[in-house]
Nanobody, 124 residues
Framework: QVQLVESGGGSVQAGGSLRLSCTASVSTACMAWFRQAPGKERAGVAAITTTTGRTYYGDSVKGRFTISHDPAKNMLFLQMNSLKPEDTAMYYC????????????????????WGQGTQVAVSS
């Protein structure tokens, strides 16, 4: 079981920025960020394959969020710019041992380890 610890959440006004971090105990093939807003199901935000650096984004965050990875430190980041109130959610780091097949990066059941989450609140 990979241990994941997120940090960097907080409160910000609309238009602001936040940077989330996730530290993993070991290296895996793919890491991702998911989020769950109040009353909604958890959904994929972005993912990255750790060896190739290929990235995947949900439609609602394309152009605003950037996912990155530091292989030397086994750390995952999510730079969130131009934040909107609808970005308010608990953000979770997740990891999987396999590369995602086309169109599957957001499937939660394929991720084996999850962090405890970090809260992001965006006010209007």
């Amino acid at each position: 079981q990979v241990q994941l610890v997120e940090s960097g959440g907080g409160s910000v006004q609309a238009g602001g920025s936040l940077r989330l971090s996730c530290t993993a105990s070991v290296s895996t093939a793919c890491m991702a960020w998911f989020r769950q807003a109040p009353g909604k199901e958890r959904a994929g935000v972005a993912a990255i394959t750790t060896t190739t650096g290929r990235t995947y984004y949900g439609d609602s965050v394309k152009g605003r969020f950037t996912i990155s990875h530091d292989p030397a430190k086994n750390m995952l980041f999510l730079q969130m710019n131009s934040l909107k109130p609808e970005d308010t959610a608990m953000y979770y780091c997740a990891t999987r041992y396999t590369f995602p097949s086309p169109g599957t990066w957001h499937i939660q059941s394929q991720y084996l380890s999850w962090g405890q989450g970090t809260q992001v609140a965006v006010s209007s």
